[in-house]
């Protein structure tokens, strides 16, 4: 009877923890990048690969890194669709954050291998 109970646990263990398990396989571990806004020199974190903050913390962590109206849309979007988009956005997050801040006066800013790094996780081609 036990030995049924810990393998029910560890199934619904393995059903909880299967976007965090999936996200890391196919987009690797949150790895943090340095960028530097062009015009004040500011420098600042921003991340690529599977946000593992965002599927335990969800819709705070846009609000956490300064990104507020984010952060509520995406308050609003989970409630409307029942929890599935905290499912779906640790896989897209990071990316949509990271090309944000790169859109709008940062650059990478950090040692090359993790500039190319950034680049191909993001997207970026350099011709």
């Known amino acids: 009877m036990s030995e049924i109970l810990s393998l029910q646990i560890l199934i619904i263990l393995l059903i909880i923890f299967s976007p965090l398990i999936l996200g890391t396989i196919f ?13 004040s020199g500011i ?14 913390f969800g819709f705070f962590v846009p609000i956490f890194r300064g990104e507020i109206s984010i952060g509520v849309f995406h308050l609003i979007f989970s409630i409307v669709t029942f929890g599935i988009f905290q499912l779906i956005m ?6 949509q954050y990271s090309t944000r801040l790169l859109n709008n006066s940062w650059s990478l800013h950090d040692s090359e291998d993790n500039n190319a790094l950034a680049r191909q996780k993001i997207g970026i081609t350099t011709d």
Request: aromatic residues 28%; proline residues 3%.
């Open 27 to 39: 987009l690797g571990w949150q790895k943090k990048i340095k960028v530097k806004h062009n015009e």
């Open 43 to 56: 420098l600042k974190n921003c991340f690529v690969g599977y946000s593992w903050t965002y599927f335990f």
């Open 90 to 95: 640790p896989f897209l997050y990071n990316k």
